[in-house]
């Protein structure tokens, strides 16, 4: 299968960034951009391979940062048995799953420790929200035991160089910034690049109820 279609990821960018026109609250930013995030990735025919490689202790690629830093687009990479500490964003985000099966295991914060909540098995297609309103700190694993795990994930703001929080098991927390695994982005502008036609309006797919 050839997997360069990056004119569908260019048209999720573009039609991303004009969601965000005008500022729209959170929760229609995760209504829209989620269901935007669901049709990319039920197509598995875009991610170039270099940026669905696997890394110790997991792979984070930047895929694009928004010229005004209002969102960026990330792909994470899981061989079997790699997971993320449990951790926090400190914005909203949305991980939209491309291949494989992840983990998502949400924990709530309480004066004695961290407290499991019940954990969603994202497969291809689907989509999961998180946010500091919404609930913000969990620890996410691929869920196959014999090969990789491909989500994309898209943070409301330049996910990499965020001050954040991971957490021990007695919810006691460490200050990080992850970074990227790479320095460079696929070329979304090169002319081989096209721009295929706008989707129908988000609000008007239906099933793209967030998980
Ligand atoms: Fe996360």
Known sequence: ????????????????AALLEGDPPEALILERGGALLRALVSEDDWLPDAFAAPSPPYAQYLLHCDSAERFSVVSFVW????????????VWGLVGMLRGLEISQPFALTPSGLEA???????PG????VSPRIGDV???ANGLADRESVSIHVYGGKIGSLERSAFDAAGKARRFVSGYSSRVTPALWEPVSSLPPTLPHPSEHHGASLR
């Open 117 to 123: 909540g019940v954990p969603s098995h994202l497969r």
């Open 138 to 140: 969990h620890r996410v």
């Open 126 to 129: 689907d989509v999961e929200a």
């Open 79 to 90: 061989s079997p048995g790699q997971a993320t500490p449990v951790h926090n964003h400190t």
């Open 1 to 16: 299968m050839t997997r360069n279609n990056l004119g569908r990821f260019r048209r999720f960018v573009v039609d991303f």
